[in-house]
């Protein structure tokens, strides 16, 4: 007989449960999978979700462990340890684009709104916390802070809605919000981004994309401590914790 310890967790990129699985027979020493499973939270944080289950099999296959219980039907095996840390932390860090779907999914917006929101989501985030919320970078553009992900995926709107019928999470159905919502909670301090997201959304998501400019162009704000007249001249995170301040 053998006795299955399955380290599970989940992949918001693959879109399935994935599991680590040492199948050992009675005696064998367990120590090494407890220290596989502090590497794990060592490397992708002590918040990543881990469960550990035990599981006895007249094998070591992984298809005696789904023909045992049901529960793992559709778990996604992986090889190794190094692959399972790898798809845990390609989870873990969040895109522009990430916050913009949120976004979406919350309320309609045009590109200009979406843009001046998925920024004032990452300067309120970083002034509050000192981290990054995201990984993009953020220019000065004549109208405001742009997000580099967000920009190229829907500058082709232009100042149409970005409207339910394209191909993307959209609003305002239940699905893509909690799809939209599960991402940023799969990051690493989720539950924390999502509370002060939404508290982002909260506070500027009536006001028109006209409004979020002439709050972003205000005197000594980000925006306009580097804005030169040209595109793609960076926003520096220590200049948004310097001056968000004055567009809040």
Known sequence: MYRHYIVLSSSYKSGSRIALDFPLQDGEITDEIMK?????????????????HTILTDSRSWQSVIKTDSFFDGVLLVDNLESFIRMINE???????DIARYILSCIKCTHLKLEKLVYLCYADYIC???KKLFEDDIFAFRYGPVIS???????AY???????????????TKSTYMSARSRILFSESGMEKVRYVDDTIKYYGDMSAGQLVELTHLPGTPWNETYDGGR???ISDECIKQFHKNEQ
């Open 36 to 52: 596989q499973v502090e590497t794990i939270q060592q490397t992708c944080g002590v918040d990543t979700s881990l469960s550990i």
């Open 91 to 97: 989870d873990r860090i969040l895109k522009g684009l």
């Open 128 to 130: 509050k916390t000192g």
């Open 149 to 155: 992900s967000v920009y190229e995926y829907y500058k």
């Open 158 to 172: 232009g100042d149409k809605y970005i409207e339910e019928n394209s191909s993307d999470l959209l609003p305002a």
């Open 232 to 234: 793609y001249k960076k």
